[in-house]
């Protein structure tokens, strides 16, 4: 089973500010998806990433692959508290489909 | 358009009864799978199903059946619950096309065994 290791753990910030979350594994990604879980709900798929390098942009989250294809991060730009939740990678093919233990970020005003 | 849908929204069991979670989608697709969400222990794969009459074991199987009769319909068979199984659990669908699984999730059931 391919390991997935999010970091960081847990991320508390002020509305406006910028942050970073990465997704690592030793192994290399087939393709990657990130989701974000409000408390009391499912994840809910944000982005799929699958080529090297590959940039995707939603608003203001920015998805980068690495180009080896073993990490991803996450970045928001001027955070809003609309933007707290679980942030979740996952990865894997249908009988190893595996998540990361997520990034809990709480943005405050 | 409903998307995934789970029922019950909260459970409380007793140790050694047997109960049955529903999960239903309307979006035709193949791919079926059921979580169990713990804290610090991520999102973990019970079961998996890739269509209908097709299942298979995930990573922590023990104490639940599965069964996929139809496309729409994947339930989850608590066979003797166990203070072990308080869980949040997530049902999730997914269109196979591609080399990725883009999941939809239903809105989870809160499992407490007392």
């Known amino acids: 089973t391919q390991l997935l290791e999010q970091s960081p753990q847990f991320l508390s910030i002020q509305e406006g500010e910028n942050l970073t979350v990465y997704c690592n594994s030793s192994?290399?990604?087939?393709?990657l998806q990130w989701y974000r879980q409000e408390p009391g709900e499912g994840p809910v798929l944000l982005v799929t990433v699958v080529t090297g390098g590959e940039v995707k942009k939603l608003k203001r989250l920015t998805f980068q692959f690495g180009d080896a294809r073993k990490d991803s991060s996450l970045h928001i730009t001027a955070a809003q508290p609309g933007d707290t939740g679980l942030y979740l990678c996952?990865?894997?093919?249908?009988?190893?489909?595996?998540f990361g233990t997520g990034t809990r970020l709480q943005v405050t005003l | 358009n409903a998307g995934v849908t789970q029922t019950p929204k909260f459970q409380v069991l007793k140790t050694g009864q047997s109960m049955t979670l529903q999960c239903a989608q309307d979006m035709n697709h193949e791919y079926m799978s059921w979580y169990r969400q713990d804290p610090g222990m991520g999102l973990r794969l019970i079961h998996y199903s890739v269509g209908a009459g097709i299942t298979d074991q995930g990573e922590v199987p023990n104490g639940y059946n599965v069964s996929r009769s139809t496309t729409e319909d994947f339930p989850l068979r608590l066979l003797s619950a166990a203070p072990s199984q308080t869980s949040v659990y997530f049902c999730?669908?997914?269109?196979?096309?591609?080399?990725?699984?883009?999941?939809?999730f239903g809105p989870g059931t809160r499992l407490t065994v007392t």
């Open positions: 192994s290399v990604f087939s393709s």
């Open positions: 999730a669908s997914s269109y196979t096309g591609g080399s990725s699984y883009e999941q939809y």
């Open positions: 996952e990865t894997g093919t249908a009988s190893k489909l595996t």
